[in-house]
């Protein structure tokens, strides 16, 4: 999808606009996530905060919650005090996928 997106500049009139993406994934059911405990609402909240990493750390890529390493009330708790922060290591398995490059818009 990051590739069909940023694959073709939008012509705005005077110059072409590069478009891309950013976007924030969870596998579910969320390995290590105890079964049951991490609801749509937590979910939710997980690709969310994903999706703004992205956002932080460069735009036009995807980061994937491909995992708990900590136990759903603690990732939860974390996320709530962090905000659409950085979180601390060793709670999330994390993927990220990069869009193309983009030339700059003339």
Same mark, same amino acid.
């Given at each position: 999808m990051l590739?069909?997106?940023?694959?073709?500049?939008v012509d705005a009139? =005077?110059?072409q606009v590069a478009v891309?993406? =950013?976007a924030g994934v969870v596998y579910l059911p969320c390995p290590g996530a105890e079964s049951g405990a991490l609801d749509w609402q937590g979910a939710l909240r997980l690709a969310d905060?994903?999706?703004?990493?992205?956002?932080?750390?460069?735009?036009?890529?995807?980061?994937?919650?491909?995992?708990?390493l900590a136990p759903v009330p603690a990732v939860l708790a974390d996320l709530?005090?962090?905000?659409?922060?950085?979180?601390?290591?060793?709670?999330?398995?994390?993927?990220?996928?990069?869009?193309p490059r983009q030339q700059d818009s003339a």
């Amino acid at each position: 999808m990051l590739d069909a997106v940023g694959a073709t500049p939008v012509d705005a009139g =005077s110059c072409q606009v590069a478009v891309t993406l =950013s976007a924030g994934v969870v596998y579910l059911p969320c390995p290590g996530a105890e079964s049951g405990a991490l609801d749509w609402q937590g979910a939710l909240r997980l690709a969310d905060w994903a999706l703004y990493h992205g956002k932080e750390n460069g735009r036009n890529q995807a980061w994937i919650v491909t995992g708990l390493l900590a136990p759903v009330p603690a990732v939860l708790a974390d996320l709530d005090g962090a905000g659409h922060g950085s979180l601390p290591p060793g709670l999330l398995d994390l993927h990220c996928v990069r869009g193309p490059r983009q030339q700059d818009s003339a």
